[in-house]
């Protein structure tokens, strides 16, 4: 009994894992180049790097938004025939 609960959830930590990687890997690259232009360029604006790493994820999330429901609708389909 307690073993089916621990492994609902490391499957659910796993996918949550999996469906959030691409995302944060986007904002992870995204904020690598605008540091190193601020960088190069000299300029400091702690605001000058949220819009651009905000946009690219906006932009992986919905390019991958038929890949993160399906990934999420097997999930709920293994938690329901499961248990």
Same mark, same amino acid.
């Given at each position: 009994?307690?073993?089916?609960?621990?492994?609902?959830?490391?499957?659910? $930590?796993?996918?949550?894992?999996?469906?959030?990687?691409?995302?944060?890997?986007?904002?992870?690259?995204?904020?690598?180049?605008?540091?190193?232009?601020?960088?190069?360029?000299?300029?400091?604006?702690?605001?000058?790097?949220?819009?651009?790493?905000?946009?690219?994820?906006?932009?992986?999330?919905?390019?991958?938004?038929?890949?993160?429901?399906?990934? $999420?609708?097997?999930?709920? $389909?293994?938690?329901?025939?499961?248990?």
């Amino acid at each position: 009994m307690a073993g089916e609960g621990i492994d609902a959830l490391r499957m659910a $930590l796993m996918y949550t894992l999996i469906l959030s990687a691409p995302i944060l890997g986007a904002g992870l690259v995204v904020g690598l180049i605008v540091s190193l232009v601020q960088a190069v360029t000299q300029v400091q604006e702690q605001t000058l790097s949220f819009v651009p790493k905000i946009a690219a994820m906006l932009l992986v999330a919905i390019a991958l938004m038929a890949w993160l429901v399906m990934k $999420l609708s097997d999930f709920a $389909l293994e938690m329901f025939t499961a248990f």
